[in-house]
């Protein structure tokens, strides 16, 4: 009891203390910064300097980390490219065959555009089945 | 649950961030170092620790809320941000009592590493009723915080006017920085 009771002590103490000096006026904040630093100004340009590095470190992550996320995606593709490349046309035409017969998930109007499947070239199906992989119907280990 | 439109974009914080006076920026230390008192500085300085709050509003893990004036936005980030290190601070403690005792009863270790705890904060809160023994306004401010009150609840129930109250807080905030110092 006697421990809850010093918890709420302090916790009261810091968030009662922390209210008051949003509260405090300019001329206080800036009393009590003379009391506390020999040169307020150096403190005050110091913490604009670390705002703007955390700014600008920020930024350039927000900016590099869609790059990486592009350049891991690209690299994805270019080993599913590998893959299919690596196969013959009947290996392409197999794997295509069964990718729309087993999956439930594909939808109608896919199936549809592709009625004629027999009359489809090589390239056709490498674009279908690139097509198939951006709808997430395969992945990889489909390959 | 806030939907999105309720937040501020990051955009709308670097400008509000860029938007700070001089005064704000020592406003906030101020706030930093009143939340990082007694917290050890190798666990984190009061320099680290606005510096990780401004990093977290900046990266997103925490949003302004549109209808929250940014710098108390800012003074609740930092005492969220100072209540994780405290539990860091914590948890170190006890790991480092842990590693230098040869008690291998992990409840009686908790208990003797528990009671090292409360007794440091024990001593504080001695001393500063010990201090203030002659100062009836900050003894009864005292009493209110015990009682869970702060501001406006802990004056009506004491009856305190608002500027005695904060003169009262200026004696007892400038206690506290000496103390920091020692």
Redesign the interface.
Known sequence: M??K??????V?????????????S?E???S??K??YSD??T??N???S??HS??M??RKEKILNPAKEEYEQSSTLSNLYKKLLNKSSEGLKDLFDSVISKSSAVPDKFVVACRNKDNLSEKDILGLLEDMYDLGLINEDDI | MKSDKSYSSISEVEKALYGLGDVDFLRLDKITRNYAFKLDISIISPENLINEAIDRVLKGSRRWPRDVEFIVFLKNTIRSVASEYRGKESRLFRKLKAEESFNTDDNALNKIIDGEIKNEQKELYDKLWDDFEDDETVLEIFLGYEEGLKGKALRDKFDIPKTEYDSALRRISRYRSKLSKE
């Open positions: 006697i421990n009771k010093i918890d709420d002590f302090f009261n103490f810091a968030d009662d203390l922390a209210e008051n000096i949003l509260e405090s300019d206080e904040i800036i009590w910064a009391e506390n307020p100004d403190r005050i110091s913490i604009k670390d705002i955390l700014i470190k920020n």
